[in-house]
Every structure is written in C-alpha cells, then in structure tokens.
C-alpha cells in the first residue's frame, strides 16, 4: 500500500502507473444477433427491369391480382397481333401470381417506393381498378404526361359506394372505361364507354353448361372484404350453414383471398378448391353481392342471393327469373330448394340476365378491348 502523502506529492500520471485503476468489470452487453440472410429474389425477377431501364413502353398495363393479370395478359397479346407493343408495371409482391399470363412482354418490377416518374414514355395506361393505390398514381401521372388512360371494369361493382361505406368514385380517374355491358353503363351515365365483354365470364359461358353428375354440395361464397359488411360474415355464414344441412345437403365455404381467417366452427366446410373447379358439380350457391353469379350462370348452377346483413347495393336488388333475393334462414331454404329442383332448365332461364350485365358478340372480349384501346391511342384501322 502506497502512503497517501506520496501520491500527493507526485504528479497524476505517476498517480496512475503507482495505484492503476481497477480492471474494468466485464461487459454486460449482449453480442448483437447476425441479420437474417434475406430470402433469395425470386428466378423469374430476372426477366424484370427497373423502371428507368426501359425507354418506350407502348400500351402501359397494371395488374393488381391475378385475374387481372389474365384478362389483361389476353388484351395485350391481341394488342401484339396488331402491332402495338404492351408493357406490364409489376409491384414486386404480386409478380409470382400475375407472371404467368403475360406471356413474352416486357416486364418492369414495381418495388416498394420505386420511381414512378423514372417510367418510359408510355402510349396509354390501362388498369382494372382507377380508384386506389397504386394504379391511381399512375392515372394521375399518364394525366400529367397528355396520355389516354382506361379503366377495365373488374366485375360487379359498387358504383355508388352505397355499401362500401367509402367514397371511392370508381372508373372516374380513367380517361376512358372498358365496360362489360349495358348494366354498367347504365350505372356509369358518362361519356367515353366502351362495350368490350367479359373474358372470364365469356370462358365460362363457353364451356358451360356443365353435364356432369351432382355431387350433392352448395357452395357458400364468403367475400366480406375491404372493410364492407365484414362484422356481418359470420352471421351469413351460420344461417347459410344451417339452411344448406336443413335440406341435406353439404355445405361448403370458398373464401374470397381476402377474406379473413374462419372461426372453428366453420372450419370443417372450407375448401381450397376454386370456384370455377366447384360450380359444375354443386347443386347450388349461396353468395351476397359478388362477381361469383355471374360465372354460375354461365355454369348453368343457380344462385341465391342471401341478404340478411341488408345489403343496398342495386344489381340483384330486385328478384329475376334468374335468383331469388332473400333475407332468413326459412327463405333461404326454400330458395334452394326451388333452385336445386329447377337446375337442368337454369341457364336458359338465366341468360336475358346474365347477357344485360356480360354483353357477348362472335368477337372475344380481349379483342374487342384491344380494338377499343388501339383507335383512340393509334386511330381507327
């Protein structure tokens, strides 16, 4: 021990190799964990570019699912037989469902918070829905560059917003909408329509009606989606549930892809199939408002539309000689079974209905919108 009088005495550096510091106590401190590997990207991100890469882009598309990607997939390539050159905008996350209906045409992958601006010159913008993000900033920036922009009408549709509790003004960004028949423009009452069909519904027409044996089910479509009606889904479903068992028949649930997860009790009746899959064998199908009866017509599969959560929307407002419109279980039981007894004559029942809202000529429909795209971008052939 160094007497405190002599450490007074000398400076603070001898202070220091004289009485050093104690060791420092070890470090607490946890090693910070390694940072995950990202996932490798995707093989078929190879034959994307990045917005910039490309300079003339033709007839700019913008799928925003996967039937998106098939009926404009289709537009596109008969596009291409006349001559035009089309380009698909891609966001990154639904590059592997759309991808494989856009046959050879050029790709550019859309990744979070990507240049919009940085696009090539394009001739015209098309999309399926005008109303939200992120095809309406591409309408805004086809307004801003002079360019024709379109909009296909996806399905049924909530003209009005009287049940989406949102003010969305659907197919008003457009310059210019691709409509499926004479309901829609009804609805729509503005200049710049277009009657160009339905490639899906129209693929379903042909193939149907369906021949085959019945297998006894009834297929309850669930689609509270987007934030409509979906505190009422479960009720719909219980009381749909429990009219199809009433009648011995088998029900089964085909969820819409965003549609929420089911409580356990209805789990058992989910099915992965898809509808185009189930409709020609079902007896039946239960559904609220959807683009779903419209492709069962088309089957020949009669459809009821239940209503109990009370529904505004007006296309299956009014009953038709094509669906019965009902709101309780004892009504729903007695719509099917009607409609299970009347099958084999449906379709042909159903057809004035099904071809004011699907309007259907000896031209397909992707030809049809092709035509439509190509004389205001290019002029009349």
């Known amino acids: 021990m160094i007497p405190t009088e002599i450490l007074r005495r000398v400076g603070r550096k001898a202070q220091r190799v004289l009485r050093p510091a104690p060791p420092a106590a070890p470090s607490t401190a946890s090693t910070p964990a390694p940072r995950p590997t990202p996932p490798p990207r995707p093989a078929l991100f190879d034959s994307y570019t990045q917005p910039g890469e490309l300079g003339s882009l033709g007839i700019l598309f913008m799928p925003l699912a ?8 289709a537009i596109a390539d008969a596009l291409a037989s006349a001559g035009h050159k089309s380009t698909f905008l891609v966001e990154d996350t639904l ?19 990507y ?14 829905n005008d109303w939200g993000e992120p095809s309406r900033a591409i309408y805004h920036l086809a307004r801003v560059r002079g360019v024709p922009s379109f909009a296909k009408v996806e399905g049924v549709q909530d003209f009005t917003d009287v049940d989406t509790g949102r003010i969305r003004l659907p197919y008003m960004a457009a310059d210019h909408v691709l409509v499926q028949g004479s309901n829609d423009i009804a609805a729509l009452d503005r200049k710049h329509l277009h009657t160009v069909g339905n490639a899906n519904m129209e693929t379903a027409w042909n193939e149907g009606p369906a021949t085959g044996e019945r297998n006894g089910e009834v297929v309850i479509n669930s689609n509270f989606t987007y934030g409509v009606l979906t505190d009422k889904r479960d009720a719909f479903l219980a009381e749909a549930v429990d009219a199809i068992v009433s009648l011995d028949l088998e029900p089964v649930i085909s969820q819409h892809p965003a549609d929420r997860p089911l409580p356990g009790e209805f789990v058992q009746y989910r099915t ?26 088309a089957y020949g599969t009669p459809f009821v539309y239940f209503n109990p959560h009370r529904e505004k929307v007006p296309t299956f407002t009014t009953p038709d000689p094509a669906f019965d419109h009902v709101h309780t279980v004892d009504e729903l039981r007695d ?33 049809r919108a092709a035509k439509a795209i190509a004389s205001v971008v290019y002029g009349p052939s």
């Open 66 to 73: 996967e039937y998106h990607g098939r009926e404009l997939g």
């Open 95 to 113: 590059a592997e469902v759309v991808d494989k209906h856009l046959g050879d045409h050029p790709r550019i992958l859309a990744e979070r918070n």
């Open 115 to 128: 240049d919009r601006f940085a696009l090539g010159d394009f001739d015209a913008f098309v999309a399926m």
């Open 272 to 297: 992965d199939r898809s509808m185009s899959s189930m409709l020609p064998a079902c007896e039946a199908v239960v559904t609220r408002f959807s683009t779903v009866p419209f492709e069962a017509i």
């Open 335 to 367: 719509a099917l079974a009607f409609a299970v007894k009347n099958r084999p004559s449906y379709r042909s029942v159903a057809e004035p209905y099904f071809r004011a809202q699907i309007d259907m000529t000896d031209t397909p429909s992707a030809l």
